[in-house]
């Protein structure tokens, strides 16, 4: 059964670092699309980036343009969201999910496995 697990949430300051990984179990990711998502209290989940399987098409939503970097290494089974210059309206649940296809897409398509999820919290 396919599986991934989200790892690297936290407390951090504004203006500070964090770096998610997302680990995949039970089989390989290196030929789906994966995309990070968060959730902030209250609010719907929302996208936030996608990368395709070979890292050649890479999506950012506004919000995170500049600041996200997303990266993947497939022998490793693992997908990365590099966070840098965290501001309090960043905190929320991050999720990664496993697109169906290779490709990214729009970033609501195509999901079909979900992540449980880690949270990350910017404050003083």
């Known amino acids: 059964q396919f599986q991934l697990v989200e790892s690297g949430g936290g407390l951090v300051q504004p203006g500070g670092s964090l770096r998610l990984s997302c680990t995949a179990s039970?089989?390989?990711?290196?030929?789906?699309?994966v995309a990070w998502f968060r959730q902030r209290p209250g609010k719907r989940r929302w996208p936030v980036s996608c990368?395709?399987?070979?890292?050649?098409?890479?999506k950012y939503s506004d919000v995170v343009k500049g600041r996200f970097t997303i990266s993947r290494d497939n022998a490793k089974n693992e997908v990365y969201l590099q966070m840098n210059n965290l501001q309090p309206e960043d905190t929320a649940v991050y999720y990664c999910?496993?697109?169906?296809?290779?490709?990214?897409?729009?970033?609501?398509?195509?999901?079909?496995?979900w992540g449980q999820g880690t949270q990350v919290t910017v404050s003083s």
């Open positions: 039970g089989h390989s990711l290196a030929q789906y699309g």
């Open positions: 990368i395709s399987d070979s890292s050649l098409t890479i």
């Open positions: 999910a496993k697109k169906v296809y290779s490709m990214c897409g729009g970033f609501d398509d195509n999901i079909d496995v």
